[in-house]
């Protein structure tokens, strides 16, 4: 399934510089004034994880086939924005197609590069963010309440049951909090996504950093990491720069490069991995001969829904699947020697997948 990751933040606090990087290209204009970026860019980038290359090495695989991510570069909102401000309400509505929402803020200091609010504080500029997105999804509670009172009027259960959850939301959000922090049943899970509310959407704050900070952060990522805490977000420390120089080095210089700056891995795996465990995803494999092929699904996935990424005809006939954990292949040196040494499970209906799997599934046509 892949996911859908908006970048957003003020006008020059990196996004644009950090989004180039990530897909390793020079789509979205980086330019050190306001609103450079026109329309949102979007681009694909393959998840990076070794255990797909070990797989594919043990079966012989002449394919690789990785899952991917897809960002969103959207333009610099303002204060206002909710009002039209800036370029206005065009991005919130960008913002309501994406799955999480990557906060880039600015933890560096830089005489060259201007802060559209004239200083460096990373704090203030999430507010600024996070009230914008919170008044524009009042006012679209409002008018949806308003345009349900017909329905209301008549009994549709389905109208009564839309006016609790944004009633629920609005609650939230006059009293000062965003529409992520209200409990919601897993029966009303799908309705509550369907009102695809900007401030539902799980937030991963972006530290960018000076290129001398990226390994320890500074005081300003650290007051971010306690705010993300506080609001049960996730955050990272990335240097924009540093990524956008890795991303013109091969694999052998960029590991060089990263052990001079301290770093263990690129800043892209860690945003990655702190967005799947933003959004509890998680990776099974399929391995043969012809492709090794990574596979991106919810954890708590039972087995015939991790077939139906693959093809929906394998979820309707599933019948079993046969599942042998990673290391379990990796020790057994492949399917058969994790056969051979009663590794291979048969798994029924009820099987939820377990991250690292490698699945084959046995379905009626």
Known sequence: MGFRMGIVGLPNVGKSTLFNALTRTAAAQAANFPFCTIEPNVGEVAVPDPRLDSLAGIAGSKQIIPTRITF?????????????????????????????????????????????EGRVDPIADAEVIETELMIADMESIERRLSGLTRKLKGGDKEAVAQERLLKLALAALEDGRPARSVEISEEDRKAWNM???????????????AEDEAATGNDWSAKVAEMAASQGAGHVVISARIEEEISQLDAEEAQMFLSEMGLDEAGLDRLIRAGY?????????????????????????????????????????????????????????????????????????????????????????
């Open 195 to 209: 009102l695809q509310l900007l401030t539902s959407k799980p937030v991963l704050y972006v530290c960018n950093v």
């Open 72 to 116: 969103v570069d959207i333009a610099g909102l303002v204060k206002g924005a909710s009002k039209g401000e800036g370029l206005g309400n065009q991005f919130l509505a960008n913002i309501r197609e994406v799955d999480a929402i990557a906060h880039v803020l600015r933890c560096f200091e830089d005489g060259d590069v201007t802060h559209v």
């Open 277 to 365: 465990d933003l959004l509890g995803l998680q990776t099974y494999f399929t391995v043969g001969p012809k492709e090794a092929r990574a596979w991106t699904i919810r954890k708590g996935t039972l087995a015939p829904q991790a077939a139906g990424e693959i093809h929906g005809d394998f979820e309707k006939g599933f019948i079993r699947a046969e599942t042998i954990a990673f290391d379990d292949y990796i020790a057994g040196n492949g399917e058969a020697g994790a056969r051979e040494a009663g590794k291979l499970r048969v798994e029924g209906k009820t099987y939820e997948v377990k991250d690292g799997d490698v699945l084959h599934f046995l379905f009626n046509a």
